[in-house]
Protein backbone atom coordinates (compact mmCIF):
# COMPACT_ATOMS: atom_id res chain seq x y z
CA UNK A 1 0.00 0.00 0.00
CA UNK A 2 0.99 3.67 -0.17
CA UNK A 3 3.33 4.96 2.55
CA UNK A 4 3.64 9.04 2.86
CA UNK A 5 6.27 10.67 4.70
CA UNK A 6 6.44 14.45 5.19
CA UNK A 7 9.53 16.54 6.73
CA UNK A 8 9.49 18.69 9.25
CA UNK A 9 7.03 17.91 11.89
CA UNK A 10 7.93 21.11 12.95
CA UNK A 11 8.48 24.42 11.16
CA UNK A 12 9.36 27.87 12.76
CA UNK A 13 9.84 30.67 10.15
CA UNK A 14 10.00 34.47 10.53
CA UNK A 15 7.25 36.25 8.35
CA UNK A 16 8.63 37.22 4.78
CA UNK A 17 10.70 34.05 4.61
CA UNK A 18 10.08 31.22 3.11
CA UNK A 19 8.63 27.61 4.06
CA UNK A 20 9.25 24.51 2.46
CA UNK A 21 7.43 20.96 3.37
CA UNK A 22 8.70 18.09 1.81
CA UNK A 23 7.34 14.57 1.37
CA UNK A 24 7.79 11.37 -0.10
CA UNK A 25 5.31 8.76 -1.41
CA UNK A 26 6.24 5.02 -2.33
CA UNK A 27 3.32 3.70 -4.50
CA UNK A 28 4.61 4.66 -8.34
CA UNK A 29 0.97 4.29 -9.40
CA UNK A 30 -0.36 7.11 -7.06
CA UNK A 31 -1.12 10.45 -9.55
CA UNK A 32 -2.72 12.99 -7.90
CA UNK A 33 -1.32 14.62 -4.58
CA UNK A 34 -2.80 17.51 -2.82
CA UNK A 35 -1.81 19.61 0.18
CA UNK A 36 -4.45 20.68 2.88
CA UNK A 37 -4.11 23.54 5.34
CA UNK A 38 -5.72 22.37 8.92
CA UNK A 39 -6.38 24.77 11.55
CA UNK A 40 -7.02 23.39 15.02
CA UNK A 41 -10.58 21.40 15.40
CA UNK A 42 -11.45 22.23 11.73
CA UNK A 43 -11.44 20.38 8.55
CA UNK A 44 -8.34 20.02 6.08
CA UNK A 45 -8.79 23.23 3.54
CA UNK A 46 -7.18 21.96 -0.05
CA UNK A 47 -4.44 24.67 -0.68
CA UNK A 48 -3.01 23.10 -4.06
CA UNK A 49 -2.84 19.64 -5.89
CA UNK A 50 -0.55 18.53 -8.57
CA UNK A 51 -1.43 15.76 -11.27
CA UNK A 52 1.20 13.23 -11.81
CA UNK A 53 2.06 14.36 -15.35
CA UNK A 54 2.65 18.25 -14.06
CA UNK A 55 6.22 19.16 -12.75
CA UNK A 56 5.37 22.26 -10.52
CA UNK A 57 1.94 24.29 -10.02
CA UNK A 58 1.61 27.50 -8.40
CA UNK A 59 -1.12 29.81 -7.11
CA UNK A 60 0.35 32.83 -5.99
CA UNK A 61 2.41 32.86 -2.80
CA UNK A 62 1.65 28.82 -2.82
CA UNK A 63 3.58 26.17 -5.21
CA UNK A 64 3.91 22.88 -5.71
CA UNK A 65 6.90 20.77 -7.02
CA UNK A 66 6.43 16.87 -8.44
CA UNK A 67 9.45 14.63 -9.12
CA UNK A 68 7.81 11.28 -10.26
CA UNK A 69 11.62 9.54 -10.62
CA UNK A 70 12.10 10.55 -6.93
CA UNK A 71 8.27 10.14 -5.83
CA UNK A 72 9.12 12.89 -4.16
CA UNK A 73 6.79 16.53 -3.58
CA UNK A 74 7.24 19.59 -2.08
CA UNK A 75 4.85 22.37 -1.08
CA UNK A 76 6.98 26.18 -0.91
CA UNK A 77 5.50 28.35 0.28
CA UNK A 78 6.68 32.60 -0.43
CA UNK A 79 6.28 35.68 1.93
CA UNK A 80 5.27 33.74 4.62
CA UNK A 81 2.28 35.32 7.07
CA UNK A 82 1.14 34.95 10.78
CA UNK A 83 -2.45 33.82 9.25
CA UNK A 84 -0.27 30.45 6.92
CA UNK A 85 0.15 29.32 10.53
CA UNK A 86 -1.52 25.93 11.00
CA UNK A 87 -0.91 22.09 10.32
CA UNK A 88 -0.10 21.28 6.55
CA UNK A 89 -0.72 17.65 5.45
CA UNK A 90 0.63 16.43 2.33
CA UNK A 91 -1.36 13.13 0.65
CA UNK A 92 -1.09 10.78 -2.30
CA UNK A 93 -3.66 8.71 -3.77
CA UNK A 94 -3.56 4.90 -2.99
CA UNK A 95 -5.08 2.59 -5.24
CA UNK A 96 -7.49 0.03 -3.51
CA UNK A 97 -10.21 -2.15 -3.98
CA UNK A 98 -12.81 0.46 -3.33
CA UNK A 99 -11.26 2.91 -6.03
CA UNK A 100 -8.71 5.89 -5.40
CA UNK A 101 -8.32 7.29 -2.02
CA UNK A 102 -5.91 9.64 -0.33
CA UNK A 103 -3.47 8.44 2.23
CA UNK A 104 -1.88 11.56 4.05
CA UNK A 105 1.39 12.21 5.87
CA UNK A 106 2.28 12.91 9.24
CA UNK A 107 1.72 17.15 8.67
CA UNK A 108 4.13 19.86 9.46
CA UNK A 109 3.32 22.85 12.32
CA UNK A 110 4.49 25.44 10.96
CA UNK A 111 4.25 28.33 12.72
CA UNK A 112 5.36 32.12 11.34
CA UNK A 113 6.17 34.81 13.77
CA UNK A 114 5.38 38.36 13.26
CA UNK B 1 -20.45 24.59 -4.22
CA UNK B 2 -18.81 21.33 -3.04
CA UNK B 3 -20.61 21.30 0.09
CA UNK B 4 -20.08 18.50 2.98
CA UNK B 5 -21.88 18.52 5.62
CA UNK B 6 -21.64 16.12 8.95
CA UNK B 7 -24.29 15.39 11.66
CA UNK B 8 -23.43 16.14 14.49
CA UNK B 9 -20.30 17.88 15.25
CA UNK B 10 -19.88 17.30 18.72
CA UNK B 11 -20.94 14.31 20.82
CA UNK B 12 -20.54 12.80 24.36
CA UNK B 13 -21.67 9.11 25.44
CA UNK B 14 -21.11 6.68 27.57
CA UNK B 15 -19.12 3.76 26.89
CA UNK B 16 -21.04 0.35 25.69
CA UNK B 17 -23.07 2.85 23.55
CA UNK B 18 -23.68 3.09 19.84
CA UNK B 19 -23.15 7.04 17.86
CA UNK B 20 -24.12 7.32 14.38
CA UNK B 21 -22.52 10.04 12.44
CA UNK B 22 -24.29 11.56 9.35
CA UNK B 23 -21.93 12.66 6.62
CA UNK B 24 -23.91 14.48 3.73
CA UNK B 25 -22.82 15.95 0.18
CA UNK B 26 -25.12 18.95 -0.05
CA UNK B 27 -25.16 20.19 -3.60
CA UNK B 28 -22.90 16.98 -6.08
CA UNK B 29 -23.68 13.42 -5.81
CA UNK B 30 -21.33 11.11 -4.12
CA UNK B 31 -20.51 7.80 -5.39
CA UNK B 32 -17.10 7.36 -2.86
CA UNK B 33 -17.21 8.65 0.67
CA UNK B 34 -14.25 8.23 3.02
CA UNK B 35 -14.12 8.00 6.71
CA UNK B 36 -11.25 9.14 8.44
CA UNK B 37 -9.68 8.95 12.28
CA UNK B 38 -7.87 11.64 14.02
CA UNK B 39 -6.18 11.81 17.20
CA UNK B 40 -4.80 14.77 19.02
CA UNK B 41 -1.97 16.36 17.22
CA UNK B 42 -2.15 13.08 14.56
CA UNK B 43 -2.48 12.78 10.64
CA UNK B 44 -5.90 11.76 8.94
CA UNK B 45 -6.11 7.86 9.18
CA UNK B 46 -7.96 6.59 6.64
CA UNK B 47 -10.22 3.78 8.45
CA UNK B 48 -13.18 2.85 5.03
CA UNK B 49 -14.02 3.94 1.83
CA UNK B 50 -17.11 3.70 0.69
CA UNK B 51 -19.40 3.17 -2.61
CA UNK B 52 -22.62 3.82 -2.94
CA UNK B 53 -24.91 0.68 -3.08
CA UNK B 54 -21.90 -1.48 -1.68
CA UNK B 55 -20.21 -2.79 1.07
CA UNK B 56 -16.92 -0.94 2.58
CA UNK B 57 -13.64 -1.23 1.91
CA UNK B 58 -12.21 -0.97 5.12
CA UNK B 59 -8.55 -0.50 5.99
CA UNK B 60 -6.10 -3.07 7.66
CA UNK B 61 -6.76 -2.38 11.46
CA UNK B 62 -10.00 -1.33 11.25
CA UNK B 63 -12.91 -3.33 12.75
CA UNK B 64 -15.40 -3.41 10.08
CA UNK B 65 -18.27 -5.14 13.14
CA UNK B 66 -17.27 -1.96 15.38
CA UNK B 67 -17.52 0.73 12.48
CA UNK B 68 -20.81 0.14 11.10
CA UNK B 69 -20.42 2.06 7.22
CA UNK B 70 -23.84 2.81 5.39
CA UNK B 71 -23.54 4.87 2.01
CA UNK B 72 -27.38 4.02 0.86
CA UNK B 73 -27.58 7.04 -1.25
CA UNK B 74 -25.02 9.46 -3.43
CA UNK B 75 -25.51 11.92 -0.87
CA UNK B 76 -25.40 10.13 2.75
CA UNK B 77 -23.08 8.06 4.23
CA UNK B 78 -23.33 7.03 8.10
CA UNK B 79 -20.90 5.72 10.44
CA UNK B 80 -21.76 4.23 13.19
CA UNK B 81 -19.01 3.13 16.15
CA UNK B 82 -20.41 0.42 18.07
CA UNK B 83 -20.19 -0.13 21.74
CA UNK B 84 -17.70 2.47 22.21
CA UNK B 85 -15.37 2.78 24.37
CA UNK B 86 -12.83 5.86 25.84
CA UNK B 87 -10.43 4.85 23.00
CA UNK B 88 -12.51 5.27 20.38
CA UNK B 89 -12.57 9.24 20.96
CA UNK B 90 -11.71 10.80 18.26
CA UNK B 91 -12.10 13.41 15.58
CA UNK B 92 -14.02 11.69 12.81
CA UNK B 93 -13.87 13.24 9.28
CA UNK B 94 -15.42 12.49 6.07
CA UNK B 95 -14.94 13.61 2.65
CA UNK B 96 -16.49 12.68 -1.03
CA UNK B 97 -15.50 12.33 -4.28
CA UNK B 98 -17.56 14.14 -6.45
CA UNK B 99 -19.16 12.65 -9.84
CA UNK B 100 -18.96 14.76 -12.87
CA UNK B 101 -17.42 18.47 -11.27
CA UNK B 102 -15.33 19.72 -13.68
CA UNK B 103 -12.43 20.78 -11.76
CA UNK B 104 -12.25 17.32 -9.40
CA UNK B 105 -9.50 15.12 -10.07
CA UNK B 106 -9.65 12.90 -7.38
CA UNK B 107 -10.28 16.15 -5.66
CA UNK B 108 -11.98 15.32 -1.67
CA UNK B 109 -14.10 17.59 -0.10
CA UNK B 110 -13.95 17.14 3.50
CA UNK B 111 -16.99 17.27 6.05
CA UNK B 112 -16.12 19.67 9.11
CA UNK B 113 -15.67 16.98 11.36
CA UNK B 114 -17.74 15.33 14.42
CA UNK B 115 -16.00 15.36 17.69
CA UNK B 116 -16.43 12.01 19.80
CA UNK B 117 -16.40 11.84 23.59
CA UNK B 118 -16.89 8.89 25.04
CA UNK B 119 -17.05 8.56 28.91
Known amino acids: GENVEQHPSTLSVQEGDSAVIKCTYS??????FPWYKQELGKRPQLIID?????GEKKDQRIAVTLNKTAKHFSLHITETQPEDSAVYFCAATLINQAGTALIFGKGTTLSVSS | GAVVSQHPSRVICKSGTSVKIECRSL??????MFWYRQFPKQSLMLMATSNEGSKATYEQGVEKDKFLINHASLTLSTLTVTSAHPEDSSFYIC???????????????FGPGTRLTVL
Open chain 1, 50 to 54: IRSNV
Open chain 1, 27 to 32: DSASNY
Open chain 2, 95 to 109: SARAVGLAHSYNEQF
Open chain 2, 27 to 32: DFQATT
